[in-house]
C-alpha cells in the first residue's frame, strides 16, 4: 500500500506544483503522511510569495485532528503568511462528505473520492471539471468558518 501513498503524494505535489495563481483545497484533517511534506509546503510558499493576489484557500472538515496530529507544515504556513494562506472549518454540509480535492488555476484538479482511499484521480488540465469542482469549493467556502482550533495553534 505504500507504492498508492507515494503514488498520491507525487500526483498531488505535481498538481500543486502546476499552480500559477491559486490553489483551493478541501480535506478531511490534511493527513501528514499526505499533505504535510516540506515539498509541498515549499511549492506552495513559492506559489503565494510570487505575486500579491496569489492565494492559497484551505477548506478542513476536522480541524481538531488536524491538531491532534502535531504541528502541521502548512498550518505552520498559513500562520507565517495569513493573508495569502487561510484555513475555514466547514460547516454543514461540507462537513459530512468524504471526497477530498485540491484544484489548480482552474484548471487542474486531484480528487480522491473516499479520503480513507488513496486512489484519485488527477488532470493538470481538465477545465470543466476543476471549474465543477471549485464551483462546489468556492460555496463550501463562503459558508466555512475561521478554525479556533488551529489559529490557537502556537508555533
Do not use: C, K, N
Not at 1 to 21: S, V
Not at 45 to 51: A, K, Q, Y
Not at 57 to 62: G, H, K, P, Y
Request: aromatic share 6%.
Amino acid at each position: 500500500m505504500e507504492g498508492a501513498h507515494d503514488d498520491l503524494e507525487q500526483r498531488l505535489w505535481h498538481i500543486a506544483a502546476g499552480a500559477e495563481r491559486e490553489l483551493a483545497l478541501f480535506s478531511e484533517s490534511l493527513t501528514p503522511r499526505i499533505y504535510g511534506s516540506t515539498e509541498l509546503a515549499a511549492t506552495l510558499r513559492s506559489l503565494v510569495t510570487g505575486h500579491a493576489r496569489h492565494r492559497v484557500r484551505i477548506l478542513v472538515r476536522r480541524p481538531e485532528q488536524v491538531l491532534s496530529d502535531g504541528a502541521h507544515r502548512l498550518v505552520e504556513l498559513a500562520r507565517t503568511i495569513p493573508s495569502r494562506i487561510q484555513i475555514r472549518a466547514a460547516t454543514p454540509p461540507a462537513d459530512t462528505l468524504r471526497a477530498e480535492w485540491i484544484i489548480a488555476d482552474r484548471q487542474g484538479y486531484l480528487l480522491r473520492h473516499e479520503f480513507t482511499d488513496d486512489h484519485a484521480v488527477a488532470r493538470r488540465d481538465d477545465p470543466g471539471r476543476a471549474a465543477a469542482l471549485l464551483a462546489q469549493f468556492e460555496t463550501y467556502w463562503a459558508h466555512g468558518a475561521p478554525s479556533r482550533e488551529l489559529a490557537a495553534l502556537r508555533l
